[in-house]
């Protein structure tokens, strides 16, 4: 394990902002620190970066105790939110600042930001100013800085939070593939379900300063330990009292399941290549979601009369698991 974290607690005044977390996080992996705003997730991160000192409990880097260690001891790379870069010196300046600041040799300094710059496909503005880049490709000198003095551990507080959707998207997916050249264990905070799903190889849900949960993207996703979990992952609906997603709901003829619900369709809508369909079933709206081939197969309209189950493969899935659980 890269980092250890055990036991740790923070209060602020009256107010527990964690309370006695523990989370071990693999070396190598990109691990997605994941929760509503308010829940912890920066306290824990910047209680890993030494920025913040944890009133009980430990945390360990690289099996060294890093718990009173200063920030620049523990051999950590940070980036967060707005990214603070010296206005008046170059792109490749910024880049080369820690090393500088280590007196490393010039020649090396050099060879090492050429290839960082070229890492964060910034090469051709290495002599621009800060100002003169997008807020994408900041964000990308930032993470060059902060991987010039070769940290053990990448620390990412909502890096890409201050960009608009598109390019966040982008920077997300070029994450993905630095992570995938560079493999350092890094940790990242995000209140985006998406992002995490789609970039992390480990997600740790945080919420009210406890852990939730801790698992891979699918792992989550298929199997929630929890409600919050499971509505905080993605769309959810109720059908009678279990909660399900609407995607692992079927719509049927009438009549052709004894042991489905009946409903009246109340509304149809398309978003992209979804159909989501809401279904009055006694005094629930049942939200369904299909894809375009399925709909027409149905034919279906305002007012036309359906049965809804949960698809036998996922209830199928689900008594399986039961059993597993049981043994
Ligand atoms: N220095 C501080 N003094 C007082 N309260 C603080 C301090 N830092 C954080 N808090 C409180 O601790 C709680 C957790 O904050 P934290 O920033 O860790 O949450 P978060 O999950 O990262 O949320 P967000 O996504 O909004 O940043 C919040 O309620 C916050 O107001």
């Known amino acids: ?37 308010g829940g912890g997730k920066s306290t824990l991160l910047r209680i890993i970066a030494g920025l913040e000192t944890a009133d009980t409990g430990r945390v360990q880097i690289e099996g060294v105790d890093a718990t009173n260690l200063s920030p620049q001891k523990r051999n950590v790379g940070f980036v967060f939110q707005h990214y603070a870069a010296f206005k008046h010196l170059s792109v490749a300046r910024n880049v080369a600042f820690g090393l500088e600041i280590r007196k490393k040799p010039k020649a090396e300094i050099r060879e090492r930001v050429d290839e960082l710059l070229k890492l964060v496909h910034l090469s051709q503005f290495a002599d621009r100013l800060p100002a003169q880049l997008s807020g994408g490709q900041r964000q990308r000198m930032a993470l060059a800085r902060a991987l010039a003095v070769q940290p053990s551990v990448l620390l990412l507080d909502e890096p890409f939070g201050a960009l608009d959707a598109k390019v966040r998207k982008e920077l997300r997916d070029w994450l993905r593939r630095l992570h995938d050249e560079v493999h350092v264990t ?66 049927l003829p009438p009549g052709s399941d004894p042991g489905a619900a009946s409903g009246l369709v109340k509304r149809i809508t398309r978003i992209g290549f979804e159909i989501r369909v809401e279904v009055a079933v006694g005094e629930q709206t049942v939200t369904v979601t299909l894809n375009r081939n399925e709909f027409l197969a149905l034919g279906l309209h305002a007012g036309s009369e359906v049965q809804v189950r949960v698809a036998p493969e996922v209830a199928g899935a689900e008594s399986r698991s039961q059993v597993v659980g049981a043994v």
Do not use: C, W
């Open 1 to 37: 394990m890269s980092i250890e974290i055990t036991g740790v607690s923070k209060r602020f005044g009256d107010f527990v902002a964690l309370d006695d977390v523990s989370v071990s996080i693999p070396s190598g992996g990109l691990t997605a620190l994941l929760g509503p705003s």
């Open 186 to 251: 890094t940790v990242f905070v995000t209140h985006d379900q998406e992002e995490a799903l789609e970039v992390a190889d480990e997600i740790v849900v945080i919420n009210e300063g406890r852990v939730e949960q801790i698992g891979s993207p699918d792992e989550l996703y298929d199997r929630p330990a929890n409600d919050f979990v499971m509505r905080f992952l993605g769309p959810v609906t109720e059908l009678g009292d279990r909660l399900v997603r609407p995607h692992d709901l079927q719509l």
